[in-house]
């Protein structure tokens, strides 16, 4: 630290930097200068109608200026009209492709859009909770809209069918929907014809473009899904050098290895290790339904220990029924309860054992609407939460609560009460389903996976040293 | 591996712990292991695995203590790691001599070095409590009174092991101010203390720390007082167990003049 030399002169020129320095200050300067010299005054004070119809109207000249300009396509402003009313979707659609049936230059054009709008439209304005209004709205995907603004042959038959079972809700779950993604990207490759002296990854990638959106249209990615993705194009952009049979050989086997690995093989390493840490007479409390969780608890009474479950489940989807009847079937004793009822739960509760979705940079955890709640109730009562998540779930994002990023599913889910059936027509009403929750690291004792137990803040050390070389 | 290489592994340790009272245990482990392991008749990497094992497993009953076993996972994982990066097999025994060596080096100077790293934490004038007995907390205080530091030193009785009267004794003959407390009298005397410092077993994976029966007890009293409470610990006491409660830790060895005592009145002691 004691430096005889004399002190570097500093590389930019001082000049420079001042000159910056003070036309940014000037420009700030500038504009405040102005406000105090003029007297200010006061706005009008309008009413919400009023500030809406300004809005509104601001919004339809902007509009027309873009299409003016040309800068947007006629028809983007008649789907999106069309989509705040969902009855009249198929009516407009179809009197717009009229009965000359569907031209190549309008598939063409709904597949440049695909590539570059957000797909998903907004609610009605006043449907929208603003807190959330960052988010993409829940649309309801019907089948028809679906197949008619996604022309079949851009679409591969397999992708279409699981974004609608995904949209459905017929597949739930992160990796649920990442195995049965893969398995749809294995068809298309297998269905794929590279055009002569084409590469078969750069094609692929741009075949794949619209139907990844297709799949975002029907429901928002996952991360799991997202990193799949990843992995996926990494080992695609890799096959540069080989024939296109040998091309498809090798990614028919990534695939199978990264499902084989990251989450078959990896669920049973977690439930070695998470049945490590069940005790006789343990009492389990989980949530909603996680696959990791399940085999855990399968090979914990396989081991011959011997505890008893507590399934807490969520009204809206009704999710832990099927992990109940499972658990039941293999013969463990468990009991069923309602988020409502967990501070009573927790009385006799022994550990927690949850899911995640996602795991985050900074150790908190992305699971289940309600997952957050089970975890601070289990914290006070100083219960250890497990939460059982495989490493391709590790992401790098580090989010603090659960509004910045989540997804709004079907709000008539919640309306499934008979005194919210005409929520719609009333104005000052608006329902939220939220999917997903945060839980915070301090709230989580410890992480298993199939590396091992893991603290909450080594979850970038993982990203930093598996996933830099596989995804 | 032949009966009587095992038994000079544990004659080796106690020989070597005698030449090295200073020396704990655990820290000598790497060295006569991988000693032993050397001049084993083993041809393969196979053998040398399960002559491995066998060792640890071995070292582990005989030498039943947390530290032990940090110890041994550590030697067993380092080893396995540079013999998959080994070329050929005489090259194996070389790699498994130089973890050995490497091993016992770092535990020798960890000491000095963390007596070093903590004079910064020991003030003038400071009062410190030390539980349970640790070499590196003594190498750290004698640094300390070479520095010139003014200190007093709480030392609490160790119960059942007495580990107490053992750290008096070291730090009185250093000429450091010494007194004694009962374990429970620390959150009696806690307001007078300034700082905490005990060593450690074991540093769990969770980050949590495997100590001295009574250290937890302190460290919830210093947290609630808000003293800081510093672990003096080598970097080879770092293991991989994840314990999630205080049952999870392998029961310990009761003391036998312990459950002497209350044997005539026929109650048992846990």
Redesign the interface.
Known sequence: MADNKPRRPRVHSSNNFDEHFNSATDKIEGKSKSNFLQPVEPKPKLTKAQRREIQDKQRADKKERLISEGKLPLESKNINSNNTNSSTTNDNVNKKKGSKGIKPDQIFESLEKTKTQQLVAPAPAKKQVPLFSHLPQYERPLSHSLVNRFAAPIIHTSVLKLGLQIANGTIIGSNARCVATLLAFKSVIADFETSKDQLMARELDKSLKPMINFLVYCRPLAISMANAIKFFKLKLNSTNSLSEAEAKQFMYEQIDQFILEKIIAADKIIANHAASKIENNDIIVTFASSSAVETALKYAFEGDKKFRVIIVDIRQTKEGKELLQNLVEFGIECSYCLISAISYVMKVASKVLIGASALLSNGNAISRAGAGSVAMMAHAHNIPVLVCCETYKFCERALLDSICFNEIGDPEIVASTPILKNWQSKDNLKLLNLMYDLTPSQFVSMIVTEIGILPPTSVPVVVREYHKDEM | MANDEIKSIIVGIEQLKKQNEEREIADLIPLVLSQTLNSTKAKTIMELDENLKLALATTKTHFPSNSVAAICDLFSFLVKRRIQNCQDFSDCKDQIIEVGKKLYEISLSSRTKIAEFAQPFIGDGASILVHGFSHCVIATLKEAAKNNKQFNIFVTEGRPSSSGKLVAQLLKNEGMPVTMIPDSAVARNIEKIDMILIGADVVA???GVVSQIGAYQISITAAAFRKPFYVAVESNRFS?I?P??Q??LPAEKINADLINQYADIGITVK
């Open positions: 994976e969770s980050g991989r994840y999630l409660s049952r999870d």
